[in-house]
């Protein structure tokens, strides 16, 4: 029978033993030179060196079959990170919505309350401005004094120290989103370093089935067929094994081969490095162990038939070795493409590694940007609510100042109108002091008559006043400032005026 089968998964021939019949007349073994099977010695002994080959081959498949392992190990903690970091970014992207709606609530109110203080300071300071130009009426002042302004007659200072105090708050209040905004600047920065991490992790995504690209076969499949090139190489390997067997058989059942074979060997390269030795093999010393198990042919049939065998597969031992190195070279394109993709895992998962190390940084942080929200809301409020009270006191502040220069208004109308009432008082007066004198002229004439009538017939003395004029009445305005003693003055002054009248 053959030594060398080359597997039908391979795709290598098969080898049959001779189409002729070995005991045919036309194969004669004694015919077959010894150099030849010397020669098909030596060459069996070259092609021993495949070993180096098969146990390459058998490397490169133990090494695949680690990176298989440790690529499907990698590829599902890869995907159980990413889908784990990419829920936790969106929660983290929920977080930052919220403390962006918050500050853009916050900053919306803080425009709308600058919006309402310029409002309420402009009216202020235009009620300010009108006090401050309006003239006060000199009828109001004590004569000779310089003039003076409604604004004047205010304590002003009370509006400076509100301003104040208003732009002090604003100030804070910038302070207080100014900090919030650099939190969420430095939350906006981290997140991006959070992204720019996932997405260098998802560059080179590893695939359940192992496979880089769309031309690179997956990873299980490169692995199959680095097994079974190895186990084809195994096999050969142990064909030529066998044929290399019945070559030193048939050499040793040939007259003079063994010398020939040990010559021939000995004039090879020495430092060629092939792991078998001719002389060690056919040495007398190890006779014994090849006898234990290969045994001379003593049937001349069976050695024609051995003789035939070895003729015919040393046909194909180059083949087989060829079929070797290509199976070899096959086996490291697909190690490298194997290689490649497990580096590629390799690269995927310490991305991921990197990311989620951004993540746990993320996660240290959040909670100090979390409680820098609830510090701005409350110290937001806080202030909020100290600028509408002091808005409140502007806009009394500012009712008061109007109340004040409409009362001034008003205090012109009054005077104007008590001017209007005493004048038409004096008007009273003196047209009542024209009807008094007209009725003193009239007594006087009655007077007159009655002492020419009748006085000559009555004694002086009967009426000491009866020639005394009519009594006098001076009508004198007093002033509602005048104290006691003035008005006592003033008496004083009609009554002495009275008895000036009747003397």
């Given amino acids: 029978m053959a030594t060398f089968a080359s597997p039908a998964s391979s795709g290598s021939r098969s080898v049959s033993a001779s189409s002729r019949d070995p005991s045919s007349a036309e194969f004669n073994p004694d015919d077959v030179p010894v150099e030849l099977l010397v020669r098909h010695l030596l060459e069996a002994k070259r092609a021993l060196s495949s070993i180096t080959q098969v146990m390459q081959a058998n490397h490169l498949t133990h090494n695949a079959r680690q990176m298989h392992e440790e690529s499907v190990i990698l590829t599902a903690q890869t995907a159980f990170l990413r889908h784990n970091i990419a829920e936790q970014q969106r929660i983290l992207r929920k977080v930052r919505r919220g403390m962006t709606h918050v ?94 991490a996932i997405k260098a992790a998802a560059t080179s995504p590893p695939s359940p089935s192992g496979s880089s690209t769309i031309t690179s076969p997956p990873i299980p499949r490169l692995l199959a067929s680095l097994t079974n090139h190895s186990h084809d190489m195994a096999e050969h390997l142990a064909s030529l094994t066998k044929h290399f067997d019945l070559c030193v058989l048939a050499v040793r059942d040939t007259d003079g081969g063994v010398a020939l074979a040990r010559r021939r060997a000995a004039e090879e390269d020495p430092s060629d490095g092939n792991p078998v030795s001719i002389s060690g093999v056919i040495a007398a010393q190890d006779l014994k162990q090849q006898q234990s198990h290969m045994t001379l042919p003593t049937d ?175 009508v004198v305005p007093v002033e509602i400032r005048m104290d006691i003693r003035d008005t006592i003055v003033v008496l004083l002054k009609l009554q002495y005026a009275d008895e000036m009248t009747y003397s």
Avoid at 150 to 173: H, P, R, T, Y
Avoid at 320 to 340: N, P, T
Avoid at 395 to 402: S, W
Avoid at 441 to 455: A, L, M, N, T
């Fill in 103 to 196: 500050y853009e609530n916050g900053s919306k109110e803080f425009e709308d309350l600058i919006v309402t203080l310029d409002k309420a300071n402009n009216k202020l300071e235009s009620t300010l401005g009108m006090l401050r130009t309006t003239v006060v009426e000199s009828i109001f002042r004590p004569p000779g004094e310089e003039a003076k302004y409604l604004l004047d007659f205010v304590d002003e200072n009370s509006v400076g120290g509100m301003q104040n105090a208003l732009k002090e708050s604003i100030g804070e209040l910038q302070a207080i989103q100014k900090s919030f905004d650099s939190d969420l600047l430095d939350f906006d920065t981290y997140l991006r370093k959070l992204a720019a």
């Fill in 300 to 474: 001349p049939r069976e050695r024609a038939e051995m003789l035939h065998v070895v003729l015919q597969d040393a046909s194909q031992v180059n083949e087989v070795v060829s079929d070797i190195q290509r199976w070899l070279q096959e086996m490291e394109a697909d190690f490298a493409l194997l290689k490649e993709q497990t580096d590629s895992a390799r690269r995927a998962y310490a991305a991921t590694i990197m990311a989620f190390h951004v993540l746990e940084e993320v996660g240290c942080r959040l909670q100090s940007y979390v409680a820098a929200q609830a510090e701005f809301v409350q110290r937001w409020a806080g202030e909020r609510e100290l600028i509408e009270e002091r808005l409140g006191e502007m806009e009394e502040l500012g009712r008061f100042y109007e109340g004040y220069a409409s009362a001034y208004d008003s205090l012109l109308l009054e005077v104007e109108r008590r001017r209007s009432v005493e004048d038409r008082i004096g008007a009273i007066w003196r047209k009542a002091k024209e009807s008094v004198e007209k009725l003193v002229e009239v007594d006087k004439k009655e007077r007159e008559h009655f002492r020419q009538e009748i006085g000559e017939y009555l004694p002086t003395d009967l009426w000491v006043g009866m020639n005394g004029p009519v009594r006098r009445w001076v």
